[in-house]
Nanobody, 118 residues
Framework: QVQLVESGGGLVQAGGSLRLSCAAS????????MGWFRQAPGKEREFVAA??????NYADSVKGRFAVSRDNAKRTVDLQMNSLKPEDTAVYYC?????????????WGQGTQVTVSS
């Protein structure tokens, strides 16, 4: 059973930064796409960022502010979030797929809360 465990969420003021990290329990799928989704209260879960074979993709709402990276040796995928806005407040989920495309994800983490105060 593959497990994804997120860390690094918390409370930050608008304009601040946070770094999320996701640790994977198994190395075999690290050749496949991994990334992040988020879900704000009352809203559907939405795509944030993905990385696959060094190629990254971002939602328009976070382009230029967020950066996704991975370290296969450490089995981690990180999300550096800068210039945070109150609308970035959400539960952030790490995700992994079984192919080079993150969508649809096959595995999910438990989520970590990010709250941005104005």
């Amino acid at each position: 059973q593959v497990q994804l465990v997120e860390s690094g969420g918390g409370l930050v003021q608008a304009g601040g930064s946070l770094r999320l990290s996701c640790a994977a329990s198994a190395p075999t799928f690290l050749d496949n796409a991994m990334g992040w989704f988020r879900q704000a209260p009352g809203k559907e879960r939405e795509f944030v960022a993905a990385i696959s074979w060094g190629t990254t993709n971002y939602a328009d709402s976070v382009k230029g502010r967020f950066a996704v990276s991975r370290d296969n040796a450490k089995r981690t995928v990180d999300l550096q979030m800068n210039s945070l806005k109150p609308e970035d407040t959400a539960v952030y989920y790490c995700a992994a797929s079984s192919s080079s495309s993150l969508i649809p994800p096959k595995y999910w983490g438990q989520g970590t809360q990010v709250t941005v105060s104005s």
